[in-house]
């Protein structure tokens, strides 16, 4: 089944850069969809335990049979080599079709990396300055309102800077994260849940709501990302979608990941058990693409996208953005004070960089300093190790179980990597 889905990823590929009007040096720059990312290693000659690796696939298995989740993917990877890799349980409550590398599965803020570095290869050829005001893309943002405590605004003091966005420190919110709080209802009330407008009409909506502080001052987490799609369409003169695909996952030959998936694909569908409604139909798009959260994948594409990082931006000789590119992204942009001042749940040990979380300390988090790397709300997750050479892809559809898969996730691989 999975060379069936290489093939058609194949067409799927000729077909976009035919749609793109792309030539023979496109094309030549694109990295074959045909031909699996997995490339499997021996876990032993990779450094893992493999007695110790079992203690992961005994988990997910156990965890599927007591019907705590429907179905999982787990990869974990070292060199460039896959060392594990399996399918657990099924796509959905009800279904039958097991899990599979090919399954598709909505990664929500696993995005925001995509986007993000769709971004910088923008800053990259002078189109996109990271310094500059968001007010110089999006003009609205020039006159932007700081929420007070007794449910008054005063004008901000300080812009909001592109890097703010990028890194969550921009005074933007998600209302989600503290429903009942007065300004999320604010946000909630002047339509922060709103998907009938276009990445850019959202962007000027969002410009009309208070930030809950000063740009630069405090990191929370936030629509951050999804103000800077709007950003990098006026900087990219194009759609967010075609410049995601143009940059990014068309030239990685990433067939599957998409801001709307087609109903042919409905059977590789990954669904959910729980989560407060957040499981939206694949393939029934709504105008918004939401640069935040808006996309779906599968583990095998995703993991095109996470071996191009973990090769400082090439991938089998093509190359998405410049390692000192790379390097910028992976410069923590937030301090003590940054990170007390907001609601900073990447942890302790941690920073954040533009588009991702850091490993600032490894003596307080299992994966090595440097460590680069996001999750969704459904659980999705992977991570960048350079200082071990290790990366990881994980996938479920669960949001009240992702926290939890994370320390699991974390136990597992370093537990099993003894050499």
């Not at 021996?42 to 493999?50: E, K, N």
């Not at 007591?66 to 896959?82: D, F, N, T």
């Not at 790379?326 to 588009?355: N, V, Y």
């Amino acid at each position: 089944m999975a060379d069936v889905h290489r093939i058609s990823r194949g067409l799927a590929a000729a077909a976009i850069m035919l749609a793109l009007g792309a030539g023979p040096a496109l094309a030549a720059k694109t990295v074959d969809p045909k031909a699996s990312s997995i490339v499997k290693g021996d876990a032993v000659a990779l450094g893992f335990d493999p007695a110790k690796l079992d203690v992961a696939r005994q988990g997910l298995k156990a965890d599927v049979a007591a019907g705590k989740i429907p179905g999982a993917y787990l990869l974990i990877g070292r060199h460039g080599k896959v060392a594990f890799e399996e399918g657990f349980g099924v796509q959905g409550p009800g279904q039958t079709a097991p899990v599979t590398n090919e399954t598709i599965f909505r990664v929500f803020s696993m995005t925001k990396p995509i986007v993000s570095v769709t971004a910088m290869t923008l800053v990259q050829e002078g189109k996109l300055d990271l310094d500059a005001p968001v007010s110089k893309y999006l003009p609205e943002y020039a006159n932007l309102k700081i929420w007070q405590a007794d449910g008054t605004t005063v004008p901000a003091t300080r812009p909001m800077l592109v890097r703010n966005l990028m890194s969550h420190t921009s005074g933007l919110i998600y209302g989600f994260i503290t429903p009942q709080a007065p300004i999320a209802k604010a946000w909630a009330a002047g339509g922060e849940n709103r998907n009938d407008l276009t990445a850019r009409e959202y962007a000027k909506l969002v410009a009309g709501l208070p930030l809950r502080n000063e740009p630069g001052t405090a990191w929370n987490y936030s629509h951050s990302t999804d103000v800077l799609g709007a950003v990098v369409e006026v900087a990219g003169g194009k759609t967010l979608d075609v410049l995601v695909r143009e940059r990014v996952t068309g030239p990685l030959g990433m067939t599957d990941t998409a801001f709307w998936q087609p109903e042919s694909k409905r059977a590789r569908f990954a669904e959910g058990k729980g989560g407060g409604g957040i499981f939206y139909d694949y393939a029934k798009p709504t105008p918004y693409l939401s640069g935040g959260g808006g996309m779906s994948s599968t583990t095998e594409d995703y993991l095109r996208f996470v071996l191009m990082l973990a090769g400082n931006g090439e991938y089998k000789g093509v190359r998405i953005i410049k390692a000192e590119t790379l390097a910028r992204m992976r410069q923590d942009e937030t301090t003590p004070e940054i990170r007390k001042a907001g609601m900073f749940f990447s942890g302790p040990g941690m920073g954040f960089g533009l588009g991702f979380s850091l490993v600032n300390d490894d003596t307080v988090q299992r994966p090595g300093k440097g460590t680069f790397s996001w999750w969704g709300i459904a659980g999705t997750e992977f991570w960048v190790d350079p200082k071990n050479d290790v990366f990881m892809v994980f996938m479920i559809q669960n949001r009240e179980l992702a926290m939890e898969y994370q320390r699991k996730n974390r136990a597992w691989i370093y537990d099993a990597l003894v050499k």
